[in-house]
């Protein structure tokens, strides 16, 4: 600002003010009446301080960097402002609302100056210092309009404010008057009168401005605080603008601000959301995804993670109606994806148990009826055997198919013969649930087997079965079925679906070994089993 | 009628005996020869690898919490035709296996002897 270094008088030169008001404030013709009539800098310097408007002139950072005849009048105030903070100059002094009158002028200001546009204030309180004759001056509480208009230099960058000023502390307080003695109803005489309508209108205006910041701060809280994700891009190449603690969570926590999609999230470029980004912008049509895959790399070096969501992007038009960013939208739904994902393997699980014991019961049923042909004892067999099968599936439902206990299986299946005939001697043992359905059907084999023709068949008979684990490492079941005081044991002529289920389910379910005996003093069977055979069926 | 498959010997997969028993029952009355039963994928494919003769297969998907189909890749490069046997149907089966002949349990015998013809390319007569 020194090119004038001839004219200019220091740091409150308006000189130096001179050529960016020009085009707005005086217009072509003016500019060329001003050209014609001599010196362009020295008659603007004269023309601003002979104005009768009030105009202060301030560095971005609100000092005062000069001020005009008028302005020094309006506000009883001299040059010796210069320099001066505009808030130290004038702090609107010691009354209530003091502080928040200077917030407003300020805020103004800062707007003015941050957003590169003029910005009006159309009613303010703000005191200032009146000089007294005889003694300190008083502070005064004026009445005012203003308007603050950024100066920009050739890059653009705001160098000065210009502030013009109005008292209009008479106007106010006349309408203040006339509105307390005559009441709300005869203001709308006064308005056409004094043009309070409009100062009015005015306020209205500025307490709309207002409360649609407050609004504005309250929207964007919201969203910050939403449980959905939601991003605000702007421009063709989707610039983040803005995003949501919620849009944070699901990225990363990556810094993506001002940075364009592509750039901010490069892994997601293959995966078409950019292209669906464009086609939003191109097109102005909104776009919807349900349960969408996307692979996110949410830290530098970690593989790709999966999220699934709902999204909708739509079009953010200004004013005019023109696209000028895109709005996304959604939540992260992976939970609810994995939640249904695991429903559906349950339910595939539960499918393929249910036709499996299907095909078990039909086995019984089939094997069953090759040795009874008489249907009322086929009829007999094969509930018994069903029985037993539910039984165990009784105590596994119990556990939640987890297991069940050795001890507990073997009560299950014999109790029906009276508790008393069969001794159980064993430590705890965990079957899974294959190995206990197993364990069920041996035993009901067994038991029926004892009450038809072994030791339960006769009264003082009694069944004897012990087990115990061995080697903890890969532990093996040993347990010994031994019937005595009954009549004594006869090989049978022909194996029956009993022994055969119970040598087949041993060595091919449980992967063991069973010796059957049938000796005088009566039948006996001994098993070994692993016990850490990791079967599902 | 005549008995298309009699004489044929097929292995069976299937880890829980009771229902093995009554594939090798059903097989028995339809005149094949049951081999087998292996229940799990690891006694399958010592089987396949064997050098005994074999015409076709019956292979439970999931045997003793593994699935099957390495033994279904043994069996395909061995060039023996098979049969799926699932609680799921044909639903459950991965792409790769999905159209090979597959029956549901619980069976029928004609279910069980379609489903072999058809895996082994035997007209009915």
């Not at chain 1, 005019?320 to 249904?340: L, M």
């Not at chain 1, 294959?434 to 059907?441: D, E, I, P, Q």
């Amino acid at each position: 600002m020194s090119q004038n270094a001839g004219q200019c008088s220091g740091r409150d030169c308006v000189n130096c003010l001179r050529l960016r008001a020009l085009p707005s404030d005086l217009g072509e013709a003016g500019l060329k009446q001003l050209v014609k009539s001599g010196d362009l800098a020295v008659d603007l310097a004269t023309a601003f301080d002979a104005s009768p408007n009030p105009y202060v002139v301030l560095t971005p950072d609100l000092r005062v960097a000069g001020a005009n005849k008028a302005y020094f009048e309006v506000t009883n105030s001299t040059r010796a402002i210069i320099g001066q903070p505009l808030f130290a100059a004038f702090d609107s002094g010691p009354g209530e609302e003091a502080p928040e009158n200077v917030r407003r002028v300020k805020a103004s200001l800062e707007k003015a100056r941050d957003t590169r546009q003029r910005d009006h204030l159309a009613l303010v309180r703000f005191s200032i210092p009146r000089a007294r004759p005889d003694g300190p001056p008083v502070m005064e509480e004026r009445f005012w309009s203003a308007t603050h208009t950024p100066i920009l230099n050739a890059e653009g960058e705001v160098v000065w404010l210009l502030q013009h000023t109005t008292d209009i502390t008479e106007l106010e307080q006349l309408r203040r008057r006339i509105e307390t003695t005559h009441g709300p109803a005869s203001s709308s005489a006064l308005d056409a009168m004094i043009g309070g309508n409009v100062l009015e209108r005015a306020r209205i205006v500025q307490e709309d401005n207002l409360r649609l910041a407050s609004e504005r701060n309250r929207l964007v809280e919201m969203f910050m605080q939403a449980p959905g994700f939601v991003a605000v891009l702007a421009g063709p190449t989707h610039v983040f603008q803005f995003y949501n603690d919620a849009y944070r969570r699901l990225i990363g926590y990556r810094d993506l601000e001002g940075l364009a999609s592509a750039e901010a999230l490069p892994e997601v470029v293959g995966q078409g959301f950019i292209d669906l980004l464009d086609s939003v912008f191109a097109t102005g049509e909104s776009v919807y995804g349900q349960a969408s895959l996307v692979k996110l790399q949410r830290s530098p070096g970690a593989p790709p993670e999966d999220a699934w969501v709902d999204f909708v992007y739509q079009p953010i038009r200004d004013s005019d109606g023109r696209i000028v960013g895109v709005f996304v939208q959604g939540h992260d739904v992976t939970e609810v994806v994995k939640a249904t994902e695991r429903q559906k393997l349950m339910i595939d699980e539960l499918n393929h148990r249910v036709k499996n014991t299907l095909a078990t019961v039909q086995s019984i049923a089939m094997q069953t009826a090759r040795s009874h042909p008489d249907p009322r004892t086929f009829a007999e067999s094969f509930q018994a055997r069903l029985m037993a099968l539910s039984h165990t599936h009784d105590l596994l439902t119990r556990s939640h198919w987890e297991g069940a206990d050795l001890g507990a299986v073997l009560a299950h299946e014999t109790e029906a013969h009276g508790p008393h005939r069969i001794t159980q001697v064993g430590p705890p043992v965990a079957l899974t649930p294959a190995a206990a359905l197993s364990f069920g059907m041996i035993f009901h084999e067994l038991a029926t087997n004892a009450a038809k023709y072994g030791a339960l068949s006769s009264p003082e008979g009694r069944v004897l079965v012990d087990w115990s684990v061995s080697d903890h490492l890969h532990p093996v079941l040993t347990l010994s079925w031994r019937e005595v005081d009954g009549p004594p044991a006869v090989p049978p002529a022909r194996k029956g679906f009993g022994s055969r289920l119970i040598e087949r389910n041993v060595r091919h379910d449980l992967a063991g070994e069973v010796k059957l005996d049938y000796a005088n003093t009566g039948f006996s069977a001994e098993f070994s089993t692993p016990l850490d055979r990791g079967k599902v069926s | 009628m005549t008995q298309p498959l009699s004489g044929r010997r097929v292995l069976i997969v299937e880890d829980e005996s009771l229902v093995a028993m009554l594939l090798e029952t059903i097989l028995e009355d339809m005149g094949c020869t049951p081999v087998g039963p292996a229940s799990t994928v690891a006694e399958g494919l010592s089987m396949v690898a064997a050098d005994e003769p074999l015409d076709a297969a019956l292979l439970d998907v999931n045997v003793a919490g593994s699935q099957v189909f390495p033994v279904a890749q043994a069996l395909k490069d061995r060039g023996v035709p098979f049969v799926f046997s699932t609680g799921y149907g044909e639903g459950g089966l991965p792409d790769a296996w999905r159209g090979q002949s597959t029956i549901q349990k619980p069976f029928t015998e004609a279910a069980i002897r379609d489903a072999l013809m058809a895996a082994m390319g035997v007209e009915n007569v």
